[in-house]
């Protein structure tokens, strides 16, 4: 499969090995880890796939325990912790070569009417008359580096950043830590409501630690930090598709003792909430 959304769909198809176990692919990749929102992603369907698929997920909480080696399967073993008249828990651990390298708890709650607010989206340009990531970082390194040439093609996401990206000292100097980005998969991901929210969970590792960055170092190019992800949390207000264009909001409120926190809004283009995120990162400068 060439294209790069039937490849991300493809990840999320786990192999079931034996009742509450299955088994998810890990690319080959010349990466230092797995990605973690491949992990993520993949968990979140182990789990979905032992429930009877008519309560959508609301929230997902988890934690990054191990790297994970890139090109060897993961086994995802699931635990029904419960099944309520309206919530059905479960809790998931990733191993890979026998050893915990991941773990969740993911809630799915019947639909049911409530009251409702929210706060506004911030106002931001479209997605339309933004430049595409890898064009944008193209044109300041002349081409782009093997490894993400390589990344920008089984890309399955189109990200186009709401502001122009930061590269000299004196724009990172007075730079904020925040950064929003338009997402959407490069093509359509089905009708399966699981996909779409393990494909959001997949995509929405991929940019939230960028705001505890940009008033650090470009966030492109020579990095100074090794970075991780630690945890990662989720809250998922309102139906969504993946392959249509979302807005992701993210801020850094703090970064203190090589840990930085982000936290993330996803808005549909009419400007619902669909979507609250919280990370916490390591940031450790590089050779020290």
Request: aromatic share 8%.
């Amino acid at each position: 499969m060439s294209n790069p959304a039937e490849r991300l769909v493809d990840l999320l198809d786990l192999e079931k090995i034996e009742e509450n176990i299955y088994r998810g692919q890990s690319p080959d990749e010349l990466l230092q880890r797995v990605f973690g929102g491949q992990v993520a992603g993949q968990a979140l369907v182990a789990a979905g796939r032992t429930t009877d698929g008519q309560r959508p997920v609301h929230s997902l909480h988890a934690y990054f325990v191990r790297p994970g080696r890139p090109g060897v399967p993961i086994v995802y073993q699931v635990e029904r912790i419960r099944d309520g008249r309206s919530f059905t828990t479960r809790r998931v651990v990733a191993i890979q070569q026998g050893r915990t390298i991941f773990n969740l708890t993911a809630s799915f709650h019947q639909p049911e009417p409530g009251f409702e607010h929210q706060l506004p989206m911030p106002a931001t340009p479209g997605p339309e008359g933004l430049p595409k990531l890898d064009d944008e970082i193209r044109e300041h390194l002349g081409e782009l580096p093997e490894p993400l040439e390589r990344m920008a093609r089984r890309q399955a996401f189109d990200i186009r950043y709401a502001e122009p990206l930061r590269w000299t000292p004196a724009e990172i100097e007075t730079a904020e830590p925040r950064s929003a980005v338009w997402m959407r998969a490069v093509g359509p991901l089905g009708d399966d409501p699981l996909v779409h929210t393990c494909a959001v969970t997949y995509a929405s590792d991929m940019t939230l630690l960028d705001a505890v960055r940009v008033p650090v170092e470009p966030l492109w190019g020579q990095r100074g930090f090794d970075m991780a992800s630690l945890d990662h949390a989720m809250w998922f207000h309102r139906p969504f598709r993946a392959d249509e264009w979302f807005l992701y909001q993210q801020e850094s409120p703090i970064a203190t003792g090589a840990r930085g926190l982000a936290r993330g809004q996803i808005y549909d283009r009419e400007g619902k909430l669909l979507v609250s995120v919280m990370q916490e990162g390591l940031f450790r400068k590089i050779g020290s």
